[in-house]
């Protein structure tokens, strides 16, 4: 891009430290497991990482309860591995992206152990969102809001006389108290974290649950979806989702990122619809980047993608930024297994043994053709940790091993997230797999990862992993990220774009339909999802021509 700005094009991957390296042997990855294994990042061709939190935690939430904003949890290591991580992922041309969880703390957390000794009404209890209880004597809830992961969004406290008292919201677990955003000294405590992470060299953050943190005055009730992506086009925004006044905080933050040297640059999550209003939070004054969720839950059809596409990049085209675009993360189904159940299917929250299974072939050959799109597409993309592998949903796994609060808040109603969390493998040989010496990783590997590890894949051409770095190397060389995107009609169960960049254009097609797609004799592969690829493009395969 002519001013610079690599968050524009960038390809980022996404490491779960518990999960991708162990180098003290204790089952959980950590900080300097992390660092030995950055080579391996920057063979497979991305700009940055992002790091899911590694401070002081409970772990009710794998980290995302964060007790202590400023350090490092003793299970990942130290501060000066942060430190040293940083340092060396500079060295390789690797920016870092640390994660910053600004809508709740954990209970654990001084302010909140505060609040609970101080009294209703109090400075303390002003930090979080605390209200007394409807019913004649308080006992029931203020409102009727349910939690993201199970069960009423309040937990009443005892208050330090001993008699039962007010009621706070957490819109996740009940150890992860919500704090109050209209409070200044909130405001001010995170613009100092951003600035202690900032001076340690981080490149960015993404912002986890950046559209809650800003409830509707009143806290009016809710019985619609949690999901705004589940909303139907006439229902009114959910109070605790997307209010306008969460961007005025973005705007704060954008000035203290603008504040220091390096292009730093925030990603949003948040799942908002529709695209105009996601877009919202990627003008020119507040993140560089959002995740297009929509494009990561459309199923697989031809036009239920292309509108995600188009309706995003307009969207974002519309206010000068970039489209952000990814296919999996550490709380949605893994993408090799969640193509392979029936299309057009809701979602389940994690695939346990008793619900419907995916079709593991299919599953992995539709992911391979989806990435193989989406790497094509002008913007930035975000990579999770074992896609590169086509590594499959753990979808076996006993409820007892299970760690989510969402399979514990739903009494296992829904199995949760632990599936796409499993530890990495990295030799088929080795002990966990290579993941790390202990030989009890904190959630147990399924037997197909040996198959599936990275020493496996090496140097396989038909591998997922040689797919990958393919289409991270001819991206680069074309500059793709920075292109101009064009749509190709080439029939109804057919999807086609041109990326023009620069002199070069690249015609990315997949195909949906049953029948094979004849491609052109004079153009040029340059990379196809399935290997063999002679003249025609087979079913749920995709391409790249020049
Ligand atoms: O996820 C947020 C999350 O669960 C929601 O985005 C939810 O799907 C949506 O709000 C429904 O509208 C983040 C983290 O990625 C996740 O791991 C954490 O558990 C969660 O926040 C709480 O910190």
């Known amino acids: 891009h002519p001013g610079g700005e690599w968050w524009r094009s960038a390809v980022i991957y996404q490491i779960y430290p518990r999960s991708w390296a162990d180098a003290d042997g204790n089952g959980i990855g950590d900080l300097p497991g992390i660092t030995a294994r950055l080579p391996y990042l920057k063979a497979l061709g991305v700009d940055a990482v992002w790091l899911s939190p590694f401070y002081p935690s409970p772990q009710a939430d794998a980290g995302y309860d964060v007790s202590d904003y400023r350090g490092v949890e003793p299970l990942f290591g130290r501060l000066d591995d942060a430190d040293t991580l940083i340092a060396r992922s500079h060295e390789l041309g690797l920016r870092v992206l640390v994660d910053l969880v600004p809508n709740h703390t954990s209970d654990e957390h001084a302010w909140f152990q505060a609040a609970l000794r101080a009294a209703p009404g109090s400075a303390e209890r002003e930090r979080y969102i605390f209200r007394d209880g409807s019913g004649a004597h308080g006992e029931l809830p203020p409102n009727n809001w349910e939690s993201v992961f199970g069960g009423a969004a309040w937990t009443r406290v005892t208050e330090p006389d001993g008699t039962p008292g007010q009621w706070y919201l957490h819109l996740f677990d009940s150890k992860q108290p919500d704090l109050n955003w209209q409070n200044p000294q909130v405001r001010s405590e995170f613009e100092d974290i951003l600035r202690f992470w900032l001076d340690r060299g981080v490149d960015g953050f993404r912002v986890d649950v950046a559209h809650g943190l800003i409830k509707a005055d009143g806290l009016p009730d809710w019985s619609g979806p949690l999901n705004m992506l589940e909303l139907s086009g006439d229902q009114t925004r959910p109070p605790m989702w997307d209010q306008d006044g969460v961007h005025e905080v973005y705007r704060d933050w954008h000035r203290v990122l603008a504040s220091y040297p390096g292009e ?132 076996a796994l006993p409820d007892e091993v299970r760690q989510d609060p969402t399979f514990h808040r739903t009494a296992g109603r829904e199995k949760g997230r632990d599936g796409c969390r499993i530890p990495m493998p990295w030799e088929k040989d080795a002990t966990s797999y290579g993941f790390g010496e202990g030989d009890q990783p904190w959630l147990p590997q399924p037997e197909a990862y040996g198959d599936l590890a990275v020493d496996q894949q090496e140097g396989d051409p038909a591998s997922t992993l040689e797919l990958y770095r393919r289409l991270l190397r001819v991206r680069r060389d074309l500059d793709l990220g920075e292109g101009a995107l064009a749509t190709v009609d080439l029939g109804d169960d057919v999807l086609a774009y041109d990326v023009t960049s620069g002199s070069q254009t690249v015609r990315v097609i997949v195909n949906f339909g049953a029948q094979p797609v004849q491609l052109p004799a004079d153009r040029e592969v340059l990379v196809a999802s399935e290997p063999d690829i002679a003249g025609q493009l087979p079913t749920d395969t995709a391409v790249w021509l020049q």
């Open 264 to 395: 730093r640059a925030m990603v949003a999550e948040a799942w908002v619809q529709p695209a105009d209003r996601a877009a919202l939070y990627v003008r020119d004054d507040e993140f560089q980047q959002a995740f297009n969720f929509e494009f990561l839950q459309a199923p697989w059809r031809a036009r239920d993608l292309a509108d995600a596409i188009d309706r995003s990049y307009l969207a974002n085209d519309a206010v000068d930024a970039p489209t952000t675009w990814v296919l999996s993360n550490h709380d949605v189904v893994r993408h090799a297994s969640r193509l392979g159940l029936p299309v057009g299917e809701p979602r389940p929250n994690g695939i346990g043994v008793d619900d419907p299974q995916p079709d593991a072939a299919l599953g992995l050959r539709r992911a391979r053709a989806a990435t193989t799109l989406m790497l094509a597409l002008p913007g930035g993309a975000y990579l999770y940790q074992g896609e590169e592998l086509g590594l499959p949903e753990a979808t």
